[in-house]
């Protein structure tokens, strides 16, 4: 009973964790939310945003249990923000950030690709979860105090956000990977389509030019066979021996 118990009290101080972890995530999108054009436009094309950037709610700094009339309004006060008609004093660059949001905003309008951004988020958390629990247990084991420093909110909820961006990083590299496959793979049925395709266009004409050069093939084989005829009817008279006249007697 005292390890059910443990293992109660184990799961009620994870869940406590997540919950002020979203809390303190809500609180940075208060604060972020009244960001300035040019920094949203900064925030969504920092260094490393090609990964930051793949959590669709991290783009939009919405929690992921939002509804879908939060996620409209969202992207309709971000998407002003960036937007090129805003800021065309650096068009180019607010038009990369307008994309980056238009993008999250219609991948989370999909119910299905929102369920594989919300799983990602879970699978963070709870791998995150799983550690803390080894690292008490080994601490236990060793007989040292359990405090961990993920039992602070901040740091539990900044290993949740670091998980969860390795996570999405390494489906993307596995989807770019497979992509490249894929297109590796339908280059090369190009490649033999076309091989086959002009093999078979060889083959025709070699064909056509046979069967056009046929009837002069079958004439010159008659003249060859004809003027063979005639030179031997010619070496035959010509070897005839000369006629003997006689002489005629007076």
């Known amino acids: 009973m005292a ?14 964790l997540f919950q002020n972890f979203y809390s303190e995530v809500k609180q940075i999108e208060k604060r972020d939310s009244v960001l300035t054009s040019k920094q949203q436009i900064d925030r969504l094309l920092r ?4 990964y930051f950037n793949l959590n669709p709610f991290e783009v939009l700094q919405l929690d992921p249990e939002a509804t879908d009339e939060e996620l409209k309004k969202r ?18 660059r607010s038009q990369k950030a307008f994309e980056v949001v238009d993008k999250s905003y ?7 690709q929102k369920k594989r951004a919300v799983d990602v988020i879970q699978a963070g958390k709870e791998y995150v979860e799983h550690m803390v629990k080894q690292k008490k247990k080994q601490l236990k084991k060793d007989g040292k105090s359990q405090d961990v420093e993920e039992d602070d909110p ?11 961006m390795k996570l999405f990083a ?33 083959e025709r004409e070699w064909q056509k030019n046979f069967e ?3 009837d002069g093939r079958v004439d010159s084989w008659r003249t060859f066979q004809t003027k063979g005829k005639t030179k ?3 070496n035959r008279s010509f070897l005839k021996p000369p006629k003997v006249k006689m002489e005629q007697r007076e």
């Open 3 to 16: 390890a059910a118990g443990g293992e109660s009290s184990s799961q009620s101080v994870s869940d406590e």
């Open 47 to 50: 260094p490393g945003s090609s």
């Open 75 to 92: 992207f309709r006060a971000l998407s002003i923000l960036v937007h090129p008609d805003k800021n065309q004093d650096d068009p180019e």
């Open 106 to 112: 219609k991948l989370l309008l999909d119910p299905e």
């Open 154 to 164: 901040e740091m539990f909820r900044q290993a949740v956000y670091k998980q969860t």
């Open 170 to 202: 390494e489906l993307e590299i596995k989807r770019k990977e497979r992509e490249a496959k894929e297109m590796h793979e339908r280059k090369r049925a190009r490649e033999e389509e076309i091989e086959a395709a002009e093999k078979a266009k060889r």
């Open 212 to 214: 056009d050069s046929r």
């Open 232 to 234: 031997e009817k010619k």
